[in-house]
């Protein structure tokens, strides 16, 4: 409720309409009223949603044999800790944590001590690698209604219902660059392209992994995705209604993965590699991880093939879920080997 009533605040200060995205920033991120500064669990099974790193420690360890090409790493929105647990175990590097979750924080320096350092800002001319695995689908949105004379933004009106206005801005810009078949929703994510400007900017040498799910942009905006990629979680139930529970579920919106490309190339960045985050983990070695565990010993095989199974199925993450990297200094000298095969970066 304290959620509801900070957006009612926001919208009478504006006049009875904010933008989506902002929106979407008071509902989850707002300090102290936003669903990642709750008390409540948010990730694993007795949470709202599963991660990767929630189901076991075998996409970790697959990921670490990657990560062990740098010196340091930085974790963006750690979430539990449960993927720094495992990282700072198998890495022998600095591992640092800039997380702008006060209760989140809280949470990993309890979960993980002084095996970690968390940082209040990027890190000027950082060397080595970034990671921010699901953290893009959770930055605020732009929704955009394209009309067949118009381009429009829709925003929340009083009572929490939507309102379209004409859009305008950077919005206005990028929209009238994307053709798609009026009446067509869905969203730009203004946010993410910043972001990724400012990983650029921050980076000296090293590469910025981004592991979340999404499509480039000629599947993001396909006729048939009329409606949009927004979706929230609620106790392990998906549904498109972000007016049902304001700060007290997830709301994200799945991730166009060409706008990160271009944002890094503008910011003086190439990409290293695109590809399924199945592919990536195979490329890394998860099966080698795997085989590591005595498979004639059920009890501790089965739960570990079994993560296996939902990392990489093309049915559970194995498809939608991709992962970008970008970066300054590598390439080719240092190739990156989750991209040594099946690279899909002439797709973005």
Known sequence: MQARAR????LAKAGGWISFARYMQLALHEPGVGYYSGGAQKFGPRGDFVTAPELGELFGRTLARQLGA????LELGAGSGALAEVLTRELKGEYLILETSAELRARQRERLGERVRHVDRLPGRFRGAILANEVVD?????LVHWTASAILERGVARSLEWADRPAAGALLEEASRIRVPPPYVSEINLAARAWMRALVEALDEGAVFVIDYGFPRHEYYHPQRSSGTLMCHY????HADPFARPGE???TAHVDFTALAEAAHDAGAEVLGYTTQAQFLVNCGITDVLAQTNAENALRYAPIAAQAQRLLSPAEMGELFK???VGKGLAPARPLAGFSRGDRSHTL
């Open 249 to 251: 579920e997830d709301i």
């Open 7 to 10: 957006i009612a605040e926001e």
């Open 323 to 325: 992962v970008l990297a």
């Open 70 to 73: 740098f010196e340091r790493v």
């Open 138 to 142: 959770a930055m605020p949105v732009h």
């Open 235 to 238: 106790r392990h139930q998906a």
